[in-house]
């Protein structure tokens, strides 16, 4: 398990803050990166704690894999703070047939690991639930349209897009930002990936599908996937529509599209 550092043996907020570029890919929290390659996640104050004591927990129990390690936490008076470990490698916003056999892999590890730990009672607990954004509700009939009933079942990332997973060339070097890391269907984690990296348009690319699914172990094909990433843009289409984001009106389209095509 990995341990807190008391703030006195760690630079205060601001001198952090004073030799960092903030990152543009903070949503639930802002993050910076530091000159020292290290970045720190500083939460707004109405985050829930248990949820960083889950994150911090689970980030131990996958050490054995490419998760960054968590140098420290501490609290600062703008909200709780994390403090991690540098990790080499640039976001496969194009990712290659390669690297999506080693993305399918990656969750895998995860999902396989899961379900052993959620055998025991204390880790299982501990898991916030997953679940739709709120404004969910107001889509009842569209939902009711997409084949998909999650499962609860397993660990999941929950946000496996590219500017969270990092190469170096066709090495996989890091998997980031378990913040929204929950409990829930595998499948869920494997049609946000196929949406975020394998989509054309509005249909899933079969050859990258089977590229990423084949990393996977090949538990899944793609047509048995295909309300899995229904839902994916369902639930991704609600939490930019929830946070006030315009790019929801895309995922909206998106999903409109390819459930007229089966209709």
Request: net charge neutral; proline share 5%.
């Amino acid at each position: 398990m990995s341990q807190a550092v008391s703030r006195k043996l760690l630079p205060d907020a601001d001198t952090l803050l004073r030799t960092s570029t903030k990152s543009r890919y903070g949503i639930s929290a802002d993050v910076y990166i530091l000159e020292d390659g290290n970045f720190l996640k500083i939460f707004p104050a109405s985050y829930e704690k248990s949820r960083i004591e889950w994150e911090k927990m689970l980030l131990a129990h996958l050490s054995h894999m490419q998760v960054p390690r968590i140098v420290g936490s501490f609290s600062t008076q703008r909200g709780e703070a994390i403090l991690y470990e540098r990790l080499d490698g640039t976001h496969p916003f194009e990712p290659s047939t390669p690297q999506l056999a080693r993305i399918g892999a990656f969750l895998a590890g995860v999902h396989d690991y899961g379900k052993k730990a959620l055998a025991q009672s204390d880790f299982a607990n501990y898991a916030p639930a997953y679940e739709l954004p709120a404004v969910a509700r107001h889509f009842e009939k569209l939902r009711r349209r997409i084949d998909f009933e999650p499962r609860r079942e397993t660990i999941l990332h929950c946000d496996p897009f590219p500017d969270n997973i990092l190469f170096v060339g066709e090495r996989l070097s890091g998997f980031i930002d378990f913040s929204d890391a929950s409990l829930g269907d595998p499948r869920f984690d494997l049609g946000v990936a196929l949406m975020s990296m394998c989509m054309d348009e509005d249909r899933v690319d079969r050859g990258r599908a089977e590229a990423l699914l084949g990393g996977y172990g090949g538990v899944y094909s793609a047509d048995s996937l295909e309300g899995a990433v229904d839902f994916a843009l369902f639930h991704y289409m609600a939490k930019r529509l929830d946070m006030g984001k315009k790019s929801y009106l895309k995922l909206y389209e998106i999903l409109i599209k390819r459930l007229k095509k089966r209709s």
